[in-house]
């Protein structure tokens, strides 16, 4: 899996996920929450948690991300809705060694200047 920051300002922040020939971009609105939310499900499962979540909302609907790990692999989730008439739609779905992702998320998020503090 990889992820490259397509765009972040302080209101919006877009990532393109890929797995092989699979892409998409997945946006949240207030950067700073989006990341802080990105980077507690992400710290969660790296320090052995076996499942995390985090939402980044949008105006028209909101992106579900779902982090599964076992062992050392670490599948990534990411399903769309606009509310609750409408379900959840599958958007991206991925796995990949939980330590190269969190590297590779926090080095992406560094080259932006967007890691906290």
């Given at each position: 899996?990889?992820?490259?920051?397509?765009?972040?300002?302080?209101?919006?922040?877009?990532?393109?996920?890929?797995?092989?020939?699979?892409?998409?971009?997945?946006?949240?609105?207030?950067?700073?929450?989006?990341?802080?939310?990105?980077?507690?499900?992400?710290d969660?499962?790296?320090?052995?948690e076996?499942?995390?979540e985090?939402?980044?909302?949008?105006?028209?609907?909101?992106?579900?991300?779902?982090?599964?790990?076992d062992?050392?692999?670490?599948?990534?989730?990411?399903?769309?809705?606009?509310?609750?008439?409408?379900?959840?739609?599958?958007?991206?779905?991925?796995?990949?060694?939980?330590?190269?992702?969190?590297?590779?998320?926090?080095?992406?998020?560094?080259?932006?200047?967007?890691?906290?503090?």
């Open positions: 899996m990889n992820l490259v920051i397509e765009h972040a300002t302080p209101q919006q922040i877009t990532l393109r996920l890929r797995e092989g020939e699979v892409e998409t971009s997945v946006t949240g609105w207030h950067t700073p929450s989006a990341v802080s939310a990105l980077l507690a499900a992400v969660a499962v790296t320090a052995g076996g499942y995390a985090c939402f980044w909302p949008e105006p028209t609907g909101q992106y579900w991300w779902m982090f599964n790990r062992g050392e692999r670490l599948e990534v989730v990411v399903l769309w809705s606009r509310g609750a008439g409408t379900g959840w739609q599958h958007v991206f779905r991925a796995a990949d060694e939980v330590h190269y992702l969190d590297e590779r998320i926090r080095e992406e998020l560094a080259a932006h200047d967007l890691l906290p503090g």
